[in-house]
């Protein structure tokens, strides 16, 4: 297996772990029908071919289920892009499950 395939099979494994990750009563599913589950939260997140901070950025179901659950999206999109952004969250989705429930924690809805 090359270094590439390795660093590949590692960021799906990672993002497939991350959307199963539960977030408070809810358990998280991938992807997540709109109107279908109010309370769940898919942490989805694009990481790219390396374990380094590049390319990191929210899969939009990310983004749109924080819309869903009552923020405006710049804000629902700043939160997701700080977790997807975190350096402590790569390969670490239970850090990115703790991360999230502390910006939901100090970031009112706002709607």
């Known amino acids: 297996m090359t270094s590439i395939s390795r660093h590949m099979s590692r960021g799906l494994l990672g993002m497939a772990l991350a959307s199963m990750i539960p977030l408070g009563a809810a358990a998280l599913d991938y992807p997540?029908?709109?109107?279908?589950?109010?309370?769940?939260?898919?942490?989805?997140?694009?990481?790219?071919?390396?374990?380094?901070?590049?390319?990191?950025?929210?899969?939009?179901?990310?983004?749109?289920?924080?819309?869903?659950?009552?923020?405006?999206?710049?804000?629902?999109?700043?939160?997701?892009q700080t977790v997807?952004?975190?350096?402590?969250?790569?390969?670490?989705?239970g850090y990115m499950t703790q991360r999230l429930q502390q910006l939901m924690a100090t970031t009112p809805v706002t709607r």
């Not at 589950?37 to 990310?62: E, H, K, Y």
Request: some cysteine; proline content about 8%; aromatic content about 12%.
């Open 32 to 80: 997540t029908r709109p109107g279908t589950a109010p309370n769940q939260i898919t942490i989805s997140c694009f990481r790219g071919l390396v374990d380094a901070v590049v390319w990191d950025r929210p899969n939009a179901v990310f983004v749109d289920d924080l819309v869903r659950i009552g923020y405006e999206y710049p804000q629902a999109y700043a939160i997701a």
């Open 84 to 93: 997807c952004r975190d350096e402590y969250g790569v390969n670490n989705p």
